[in-house]
């Protein structure tokens, strides 16, 4: 079964950057829509960015338009969220998540069935 390791957390000044990366323990992630969902503390988890399989459709929420990007790496193993300008409310555990159904990806957090365990950003002075 897929599992999903991410990494790239820390703590960062506001203004600061930080890639993100999840990685699949096996296999390629070419063949799944994955999303960021992050949580903050006392917060609901929400969605920050998914990316459909078929590489046509990649979403930000609009609290990161113009700060994130999402991206995969070409041995298909990875994904990235590559974050800009980032500001104290961005604080909070990162999680992607996989769904290798058809359709295009959802920040409807019931859609995916693999999760990573979290990395944490923490934006700071």
């Known amino acids: 079964q897929l599992q999903l390791v991410e990494s790239g957390g820390g703590l960062v000044q506001p203004g600061g950057s930080l890639r993100l990366a999840c990685t699949a323990s096996?296999?390629?992630?070419?063949?799944?829509?994955i999303a960021w969902f992050r949580e903050a503390p006392g917060k609901e988890r929400e969605g920050v960015s998914c990316d459909s399989k078929n590489g046509d459709n990649t979403n930000y929420r609009n609290p990161v338009k113009g700060r994130f990007t999402f991206s995969r790496d070409t041995n298909k193993r990875t994904v990235y969220l590559q974050m800009h300008s980032l500001k104290p409310e961005d604080t909070a555990v990162y999680y992607c998540a996989a769904n290798g159904d058809f359709g295009r990806c959802s920040f409807f957090e019931g859609y995916y069935h693999q999760w990573g365990r979290g990395t944490q950003v923490t934006v700071s002075s």
């Open positions: 096996e296999g390629t992630l070419d063949n799944y829509n």
